[in-house]
């Protein structure tokens, strides 16, 4: 499975940006999809996840801001990123895992907030 990540970029504080990750299978044969970032000399942490019945979880430092959705029609997986902060900024990865219990990982976007 290969996962195509796109929509970073550079955002003043307060903006929004729209990520998204196309995953080269049927969506319906992944039981979670998610967004994990790495900020510099950082691990790479959780960000979002949804499941295949829509159950969300966040991390909390994006609860509230941020809102991940999967687009079952288009096949793909949304990250709307609001209310951005510095220390938003990193490389957001996009994840998932099939019902076989394999994990993928996307090539990762860079997006930058300004203050």
């Known amino acids: 499975v290969q996962l195509q990540a796109s929509g970073g970029g550079l955002v003043q504080a307060g903006g929004s940006l729209r990520l998204s990750c196309a995953p080269s299978t049927s969506i319906f044969s992944l039981v979670i999809m998610g967004w994990y970032r790495q900020a510099p000399g950082k691990e790479r942490d959780m960000v979002a996840e949804?499941?295949?019945?829509?159950?969300?979880n966040y991390a909390d430092s994006v609860e509230g801001r941020f809102t991940i959705s999967r687009d079952n029609a288009n096949n793909t997986m949304y990250l709307q990123m609001n209310s951005l902060k510095p220390e938003d900024t990193a490389v957001y990865y996009c994840?998932?895992?099939?019902?076989?219990?394999?994990?993928?990982w996307g090539q990762g976007t860079l997006v930058t907030v300004s203050s």
């Open positions: 994840k998932a895992v099939t019902f076989g219990a394999a994990g993928y």
């Open positions: 949804i499941t295949a019945g829509g159950r969300t």
